[in-house]
Nanobody, 115 residues
Framework: QVQLVESGGGLVQTGGSLRLSCAAS????????MNWYRQAPGKQRELVAR???????NYADSVKGRFTISRDIAKNTVYLQMNTLEPEDTAVYYC?????????WGQGTQVTVSS
């Protein structure tokens, strides 16, 4: 089992930056995928970024070039650096961990980008 705790959300102006953190309750070294999802009101949940056990990364087209996913294995933490934020990035952001055929979810952190 994996518990995930996100932090770092908040209110920021258009063009600003935020860094989200996701602290895991166990080592992330052997977790197949660590993901960041987001869900805005009235919209479908969207996979924003992924980092694999091997360190490969993938991004949604909507955030490529602006967001960066990274990890610190020693701290069991995954990060999402978000730059050049836009109002369309406003959503609840969730960290997930795909481990042993189960996708574990954090409680989410709200990101609000004002225009």
């Amino acid at each position: 089992q994996v518990q995930l705790v996100e932090s770092g959300g908040g209110l920021v102006q258009t063009g600003g930056s935020l860094r989200l953190s996701c602290a895991a309750s166990r080592s992330i070294a052997n977790i197949n995928f660590m993901n960041w999802y987001r869900q805005a009101p009235g919209k479908q949940r969207e996979l924003v970024a992924r980092i694999t056990k091997g360190g490969n990364t993938n991004y949604a087209d909507s955030v490529k070039g602006r967001f960066t996913i990274s990890r610190d294995i020693a701290k069991n933490t995954v990060y999402l650096q978000m730059n050049t934020l836009e109002p369309e990035d406003t959503a609840v952001y969730y960290c997930t961990a795909a481990y042993v055929l189960v996708n574990y979810w954090g409680q989410g952190t709200q990101v609000t980008v004002s225009s």
